[in-house]
């Protein structure tokens, strides 16, 4: 069985950074591509970062170039999401996902997804 738990939200000042954490289970991470993607409040899921399988290929959305950063460790089967000048734009639900096609990471066609973890920004 396939769980991907995120870790490492909470709350933080406009400015400040976070790094968020999904530690998979059930999964090779040498065979999966992986993506942060977030959720608002009245607002639809949207694509964040992704890694590629072979951890050569980044992809970021325009909104989080820059200051957000994506990495992984294999042999701990964990990605990390790096959130620096955090704004009040970027609090949300952030979840993580999972998927064995090395195409399209920037769309919702992911194979696993985790809880979320909350991400709360004050201004």
């Known amino acids: 069985q396939v769980q991907l738990v995120e870790s490492g939200g909470g709350l933080v000042q406009t400015g400040g950074s976070l790094r968020l954490s999904c530690a998979a289970s059930?999964?090779?991470?040498?065979?999966?591509?992986l993506g942060w993607f977030r959720q608002a409040p009245g607002k639809e899921r949207e694509f964040v970062a992704a890694?590629?399988?072979?951890?050569?290929?980044?992809y970021y959305a325009e909104a989080v170039k820059g200051r957000f950063t994506i990495s992984k460790d294999n042999a701990k089967n964990t990605v990390y999401l790096q959130m620096n000048s955090l704004k009040p734009e970027d609090a949300a639900v952030y979840y993580c996902a999972a998927k064995s096609r090395n195409y399209d990471y920037t769309s919702y066609d992911y194979d696993y997804w985790g809880q979320g973890t909350q991400v709360t920004v004050s201004s």
């Open positions: 890694i590629s399988r072979s951890g050569i290929s980044i």
């Open positions: 059930g999964l090779s991470f040498s065979r999966y591509g």
